[in-house]
């Protein structure tokens, strides 16, 4: 059966992907559960095998990486700078920072590798998206309750990493990061986290996690995009273009949010969310 996307089922799958990316909610999760909370034609998109929705999803995370590094331009300019000059004996905090994000990043890559699939295929259901949307909303809480509490912005984000993380929180917060295969568990939610965990203020805990989503991310989305450059695709660029542009601003526009969210508040509201439509969606798909 060939799949059909709308214009505007195009449009709210961009919109809902460029919220969720970097909210500590889901995009995977959402992706999974919106469609199912629509029913009707929606609901092909995640029971058809057949169906490339999911390959969709991931490949519009390509408009939320270059959103995101857009935003953080400066700084990926000043660590990749840093790292290679490190390669050359000029050491410095920044390339030190840079080469904890590469270390991160190898242990969510490879298992993503060798696994994405196996977990789709598995995992992406409505009912597991709801269980593991709601055992994100408790990973979220348990991070905030052995967080340093009340602890200030620190303006020297790259000092803080240096000082609070090192090379193997770097590994373990990699491996973190790879619950994100489950669809339901957020990979920016568990990345701050861990370094909420580590000691890190919520500013720097989310200033790293995001830092450390734009490999993963945009990894990902190309490593789709091939599946989606088919001829039994081909009808489908029109939507899916629709849908980058619009993922790309709600991405930009939910980081922009975010990091004036976390220079004073925390991550409990997210929580919360997580819990009520993760319970709700459990006794609704049952």
């Not at 408790?138 to 912005?153: K, Q, T, V, Y």
Request: aromatic share 12%; net charge positive; charged share 10%.
């Amino acid at each position: 059966m060939t799949m059909e996307l709308s214009y505007l089922q195009a449009a709210i799958t961009g919109f809902v992907q460029g919220i969720t990316e970097l909210f500590p909610i889901s995009s995977l999760g959402h992706a999974v559960l919106v469609p199912a909370w629509i029913g009707g034609s929606w609901k092909d998109f995640t029971t058809d095998p057949q169906s490339p929705y999911l390959t969709i999803t991931i490949a519009l995370h390509l408009a939320s990486a270059i959103a995101l590094f857009l935003f953080f331009r400066k700084r990926w300019f000043s660590l990749i700078g840093s790292g290679l000059n490190s390669l050359t004996g000029k050491r410095s905090e920044t390339g030190g920072v840079f080469w904890m994000i590469v270390v991160a990043t190898i242990p969510v890559g490879a298992l993503g590798f060798l696994f994405e699939h196996k977990f789709q295929d598995l995992f992406a259901k409505p009912i597991a998206s709801a269980l593991f949307l709601t055992m994100n909303g408790l990973i979220l809480i348990f991070a905030e309750r052995m967080s340093r509490r009340g602890a200030p912005a620190n303006e020297d984000e790259i000092h803080e990493y240096s000082e609070r993380i090192g090379l193997k929180s770097a590994v373990a917060i990699g491996f973190a990061q790879s619950l994100a295969l489950f669809a339901g568990i957020s990979r920016f939610g568990v990345s701050m986290s861990a370094g909420l965990v580590r000691g890190l203020s919520h500013s720097s805990a989310s200033d790293f996690a995001f830092l450390l989503a734009l490999p993963v991310i945009l990894g990902a989305s190309v490593a789709k995009l091939p599946e989606l450059f088919t001829s039994a695709n081909s009808h489908l660029a029109g939507p899916i273009i629709l849908g980058c542009a619009i993922s790309g601003v709600a991405t930009y526009a939910s980081v922009a949010f975010l990091v004036k969210w976390f220079k004073t508040k925390t991550l409990y509201p997210f929580a919360i969310y997580c819990l009520v439509l993760g319970v709700a969606s459990l006794i609704r798909f049952a």
